[in-house]
């Protein structure tokens, strides 16, 4: 419809080092994981389909972390409405040496999202590393176990990514998904780090983490007037 196939493959014609995936649609995390399964490069990003970078960003974050031999590099970005644009920066404060107790924590949204971020492939894949099929969470329950992988992290302040914002997406609705979404995701954390014998040392933050969940869909439910499973969710914050 967009014509997207046809351009994929003239790039492919001039940069011999582009695969073109055709696959059928079974939602993002299922792309994001072929695209990790057929990925042969060094580093990996991600790009989610309505947003656009700017014509340097990769050109600017590949020679930061490269420079400073980072395991990740995080860059700045925007916000793109209808009629203006937010500009959203990064909480330096967050990335200290006890930067993943504070993430689970603290975390913001340039944080938790893997579309502003520069991954090494090495990494994902020694830790068998994948996104849960789930429509809600899928960012943090990768997010939150990179991090535990990670020596150093590089920062960018520059606005290099356009996040568009869409009233039909479906972050910005309310489905009964949340639930489940979140209760995987908990999980998963918590077996990611039991396996690596660090869950004693991270169990308040991920409960911290569980909380600051619980109040996001909390918030989406008042927001879309739904009082689905709230009595639950009322129990769990306080």
């Known amino acids: 419809i967009d014509n997207t196939a046809i351009k994929i493959k003239a790039y492919k014609k001039i940069y011999n080092n582009l695969i073109y995936i055709k696959k059928k649609n079974g939602g993002l995390s299922s792309a994001r994981n072929l695209g990790l399964d057929c990925a042969t490069g060094e580093y990996i990003t991600f790009v989610d389909g309505d947003d656009y970078l700017e ?6 974050v590949m020679r930061k972390i490269i420079k400073e ?4 590099c995080i860059f700045s970005f925007n ?7 937010k500009k959203i920066s990064l909480n330096k404060d967050l990335y200290d040496k006890n930067f993943l107790k504070k993430i689970f924590a603290q975390s913001d949204e340039a944080t938790i999202v893997v579309w502003n971020k520069i991954f090494k492939r090495e ?4 830790y068998k590393l994948r996104f849960e099929n789930k429509a809600f969470f899928e960012d943090t ?3 939150l176990r990179y991090l535990y992988l990670v020596k150093k992290i590089s920062i960018e ?9 869409r009233a039909s997406s479906i972050t ?7 639930f489940d979404s979140k209760n995987n995701t908990v999980k ?14 991270y169990k308040q933050a991920i409960k911290d983490m569980e909380l600051r969940m619980n109040i996001y869909i909390l918030n989406k439910c008042l927001e879309n007037n739904i009082d689905y499973n709230l009595s639950i969710l009322w129990k769990e914050i306080f």
Do not use: W
């Not at 014509?55 to 600017?60: A, G, P, S």
């Not at 990494?123 to 020694?126: G, W």
């Not at 910005?172 to 949340?178: A, Q, R, T, V």
């Open 188 to 201: 998963l954390i918590e077996e990611f780090y039991k396996e690596n014998k660090e869950y004693e040392k």
């Open 123 to 126: 990494l994902i894949e020694k």
């Open 172 to 178: 910005n609705k309310f489905n009964s998904l949340i």
């Open 141 to 143: 329950g990768f997010i």
């Open 69 to 72: 031999a980072s395991d990740l």
């Open 79 to 85: 916000k793109i409405f209808s009629n203006r644009i």
């Open 157 to 165: 302040e520059s606005q290099l990514y356009n996040y568009v914002q």
């Open 55 to 60: 014509l340097t960003t990769y050109d600017i």
